[in-house]
């Protein structure tokens, strides 16, 4: 019991601390370009799962930039733990 009530007060913090990573993005657009920090250098796993919600363009020194993000997916791609912040991606970069 005690494992299932830590593991859904998990899901939750990790719920209501998501939307606090995003940070604001300009334009009405639907899709965005993103830069997802993270607080080590990305691996694999961590560029495969960005792929799912738009196409990785690369790898910054703890990020991964990602293209063609839809707005609505922001708040899913901060959830994971791991990921420090999302922000938009630089013209150019």
Do not use: C
Request: net charge positive; no cysteine; hydrophobic share 45%.
């Amino acid at each position: 019991m005690a494992v299932a009530v830590g593991y859904l007060a998990w899901q939750l913090w990790l719920t209501i601390a998501a939307p606090q990573k995003i940070a604001n993005f300009a334009g009405s657009s639907d899709k965005v370009n993103i830069l997802v920090v993270l607080p080590f250098e990305p691996e694999r796993f961590h560029v495969q799962l960005m792929q799912t919600y738009g196409r990785v363009s690369g790898t910054q020194e703890k990020s991964v930039e990602v293209r063609g993000v839809k707005r609505a997916d922001l708040t899913t791609v901060a959830r994971p733990y791991w990921v420090t912040r999302v922000e938009p991606l630089q013209p150019g970069g």
